[in-house]
């Protein structure tokens, strides 16, 4: 049997084993097919799932990391606030401090001035009765001091006239003031 070319050929009698075993391989091709599709459609709802479970999950991490983001700026200007809080603090202590120490200075000041002042004031009492009582020593060769014109000492001359029961020339030093008994 040949044919031309452009013609069909002439379909030959099939056997009925062979037309049995065409249908079985159609149907396993049939049941391949339904059962890849079945698998693609499966593996295709499997990747659907599991890309909206991801999806979720970047939801999930990024409301998290959101949250603590916002956690962690509020941590930091509450910590910023209570160390402005400090820092006025310790500039309201270091103020408190300064003024304390001008005043102190200041006291110092005033008490340092009175303490020469005493001092002073019986440095000179103390040179006077010493100067007194050098009037009152003999010259070194013997002689009283020079009279002057009325025939008495001079006035450097002449002794300091004390008060009646009073023999020692510190006896009208008085402590400076700021000294406790």
């Known amino acids: 049997m040949s044919t031309e070319p452009g013609e069909e050929p002439t379909a030959r009698p099939v056997s009925r084993a062979a037309a049995l075993a065409a249908e079985q391989v159609e149907s396993i091709v049939a049941a391949a097919q339904a059962s890849a599709q079945k698998l693609t459609e499966a593996a295709r709802t499997e990747a659907d799932s599991a890309r909206q479970e991801a999806e979720s999950v970047r939801a ?14 509020k941590e930091a200007s509450a910590r910023l606030k209570d160390a402005q809080v400090a820092a006025d603090e310790v500039l309201e202590q270091a103020q408190a401090v300064s003024t304390g120490m001008k005043q102190l200075a200041h006291l110092l000041t005033t008490h340092a001035e009175r303490i020469l002042r005493d001092v002073t004031n019986s440095h000179r009492a103390m040179s006077a009765d010493l100067r007194a009582a050098r009037r009152d020593e003999p010259l070194v060769n013997g002689d009283e001091r020079e009279p002057d014109e009325a025939g008495e000492p001079s006035e450097r001359a002449r002794p300091r006239r004390r008060e ?5 020339p510190f006896a009208d030093l008085e402590p400076p003031g700021w000294v406790q008994n």
């Not at 999930?60 to 700026?73: G, M, T």
């Not at 009646?164 to 020692?168: E, I, L, S």
């Open 60 to 73: 999930l991490a990024r409301e998290s990391a959101q949250a603590d983001v916002e956690a962690a700026r």
């Open 164 to 168: 009646a029961g009073r023999d020692n």
